[in-house]
């Protein structure tokens, strides 16, 4: 039995925040601080970001992509055999948040939540397709909802401050949604997954947790090491595509795309000289759309198949990367 990618979706939001609107706000609501003009954009490289509207939920952009993606699919939610919320973001601490997403799109189906940030999707893809290779299901709806710029720090105290809460001004809200079914034909057929997880906390949100007691100066934002999630670039992910490469006797040529995980301009910059990846099979992203978290893969996927760049017996490479923590590698072929 193989296991295929029956379909892929994602939502963008409509409302957009440039960089100089993010300076802007940290100035108004930093006494003491105002960020250099134009350090966001040296710094990330990002020009725009994607905003969920008030009150919308994580949940609310996985139903946007999954409700597209079923109806392009022509199926109704009661065919949908298990849903898969696999996300960085959620919208409660308990219940998981899939049962908020099954709840609105009408699907009755066994549901849960994977959670590795923004390599949540890949691992999502990874449970599904070990589920479906079981027998225990026939067709897996993964989905995913990134709120990230409800983690932002905007009160800064210091250079410091700004250059530890950098990480949250390039995160952008999206949902993203991907069918995973049994098939005959080829499909996923390689994967792989490593961490080194003695570097937790290169890139984290403090509290809600045992670990950290209330703290309102850094509960709830976004926090990261810039220098540390680069330098895990070029540790982690050479390495890992070179063994899968080997493993599968397979060069980068036979790929039509590499879908790899964009955190920031530099950072890709980074992945494409030491990755031996042509920027030309890349769908480059991060620019216009920002960090998207664990949407970023599937967006990829979304936007080259609407641009015809890729289509049925393309070979896809699926690159993950979460916070310096965890890199994971997809091998799909795509079916009609």
């Given at each position: 039995?193989?296991?295929?990618?029956?379909?892929?979706?994602?939502?963008?939001?409509?409302?957009?925040?440039?960089?100089?609107?993010?300076?802007?706000?940290?100035?108004?609501?930093?006494?003491?601080?105002?960020?250099?003009?134009?350090?966001?954009?040296?710094?990330?490289?990002?020009?725009?970001?994607?905003?969920?509207?008030?009150?919308?939920?994580?949940?609310?952009?996985?139903?946007?992509?999954?409700?597209?993606?079923?109806?392009?699919?022509?199926?109704?939610?009661?065919?949908?055999?298990?849903?898969?919320?696999?996300?960085?973001?959620?919208?409660?601490?308990?219940?998981?948040?899939?049962?908020?997403?099954?709840?609105?799109?009408?699907?009755?189906?066994p549901v849960f939540d994977v959670k590795n940030a923004c390599n949540s999707f890949l691992n999502g893809m990874q449970v599904a397709e070990a589920l479906i290779r079981s027998g225990q299901y026939r067709r897996v709806l993964v989905c995913t909802g990134e709120t990230g710029s409800r983690v932002v720090r905007w009160s800064?105290?210091?250079?410091?401050?700004?250059?530890?809460?950098?990480?949250?001004?390039?995160?952008?809200?999206?949902?993203?949604?991907?069918?995973?079914?049994?098939?005959?034909?080829?499909?996923?057929?390689?994967?792989?997954?490593?961490?080194?997880?003695?570097?937790?906390?290169?890139?984290?949100?403090?509290?809600?947790?045992?670990?950290?007691?209330?703290?309102?100066?850094?509960?709830?934002?976004?926090?990261?090491?810039?220098?540390?999630?680069?330098?895990?670039?070029?540790?982690?992910?050479?390495?890992?595509?070179?063994?899968?490469?080997?493993?599968?006797?397979?060069?980068?040529?036979?790929?039509?795309?590499?879908?790899?995980?964009?955190?920031?301009?530099?950072?890709?910059?980074?992945?494409?000289?030491?990755?031996?990846?042509?920027?030309?099979?890349?769908?480059?992203?991060?620019?216009?759309?920002?960090?998207?978290?664990?949407?970023?893969?599937?967006?990829?996927?979304?936007?080259?198949?609407?641009?015809?760049?890729?289509?049925?017996?393309?070979?896809?490479?699926?690159?993950?990367?979460?916070?310096?923590?965890s890199v994971g590698t997809v091998f799909a072929e795509l079916s009609s």
């Open positions: 039995m193989h296991v295929a990618i029956g379909g892929v979706s994602a939502y963008l939001p409509p409302a957009l925040v440039t960089d100089r609107e993010i300076e802007a706000r940290i100035d108004r609501q930093s006494p003491g601080f105002t960020p250099r003009p134009g350090a966001i954009r040296k710094l990330s490289g990002i020009k725009t970001r994607h905003r969920a509207a008030p009150g919308e939920l994580a949940s609310d952009l996985a139903v946007a992509a999954a409700a597209k993606l079923l109806s392009d699919a022509g199926l109704g939610a009661h065919e949908v055999d298990l849903l898969v919320f696999a996300s960085a973001s959620q919208d409660l601490i308990e219940p998981a948040t899939a049962h908020v997403v099954a709840a609105k799109l009408g699907a009755s189906c800064v105290a210091d250079r410091e401050q700004f250059v530890d809460s950098l990480a949250g001004y390039t995160l952008s809200d999206a949902g993203a949604a991907m069918l995973l079914e049994a098939s005959a034909a080829p499909g996923l057929f390689h994967r792989d997954f490593s961490a080194d997880s003695s570097c937790w906390d290169v890139a984290s949100i403090p509290g809600h947790g045992g670990a950290n007691s209330r703290d309102p100066v850094t509960d709830g934002f976004m926090r990261g090491d810039g220098r540390t999630l680069m330098e895990s670039v070029v540790r982690g992910i050479r390495p890992q595509l070179d063994a899968a490469l080997a493993r599968t006797g397979l060069s980068r040529d036979d790929f039509a795309l590499f879908c790899v995980h964009q955190v920031g301009v530099p950072h890709l910059r980074v992945f494409l000289d030491c990755s031996g990846v042509p920027e030309d099979k890349l769908v480059v992203t991060i620019a216009e759309h920002g960090n998207v978290a664990s949407c970023s893969l599937p967006l990829q996927l979304s936007l080259a198949l609407e641009s015809g760049r890729c289509g049925p017996g393309d070979k896809v490479a699926f690159i993950g990367l979460a916070g310096g923590v």
